[in-house]
């Protein structure tokens, strides 16, 4: 594989009875109330549940934006609990690509200068292999043409994409995205889906949250939080898979 792999024993990771608190003045909400399953390198897992269940908690955990109250989340043969805010910093920016719902673009900068970021956080001037791969990055979520545009130019579907071509910058083992399709319509969604399925056919490891069935169909596993809890998870065929890519090409709407 070429991107950085941090699994060494087969799992992308391992989430043992992990547990959020978040102490406010008046209460503690318990968001994640003892949580535990394992992700396989090359997994692609949907996560879903009702609002306030705890999905971006988990999320942010995996993503190491945050770290737990209790319990383990090892990364490879790294256990997050116990890293340093440099370790941590470290895997985010080398190994993790995060997709945030809000994408979380810098409205200053142009399209390619978004890429640029995450590569600045490394500390080191930009090679000219590096600035070649945010054009690649660019090419490939089909916005070459858009390179010098401000994200208020943009649509919100080709700010997302912005915002994965980012994610990507590193080459991540782990992509986290957090309602990566939640505000497109359905045609820019199946093109974000399908980015995903090539991602994850090169052996990257996938887990999205996301509200809607039609996109967690297309994942190879799907988890259900409900308060805080791990209520199910299952694996979807091939069949659902391939039937919900077809539905999906056939009730697209008609190009005007
Ligand atoms: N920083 C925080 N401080 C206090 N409480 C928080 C914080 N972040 C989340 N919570 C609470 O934790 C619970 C889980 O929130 P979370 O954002 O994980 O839900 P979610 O499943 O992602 O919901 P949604 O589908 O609405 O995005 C909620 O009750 C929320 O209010
Ligand atoms: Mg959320």
Known sequence: MSFSDFSTEGFACRVVDLKKEFVLKSETVRALRGVTFDVPTGDYVAIMGPSGSGKSTLLN???CLDQPTSGSLWLGDDDVAKMTDDQLADIRSRRIGFVFQAYNLIQQLTVVENIQVPLFYQGKPLSREQHQRCLDLANMVGL???LDHRPTQLSGGQQQRVAIARSLINDPFFILADEPTGNLDSRTTEEILQLFERLNNEGRTIILVTHEDEVSKRAKRVIRLKDGRLQWDRTNSQEVRD??????????????
């Open 144 to 146: 070459g043409e858009r």
């Open 61 to 63: 955990l995996l993503g």
């Open 243 to 256: 039937e919900a890519a077809r539905y999906a090409i056939e009730n697209m709407p008609v190009e005007v």
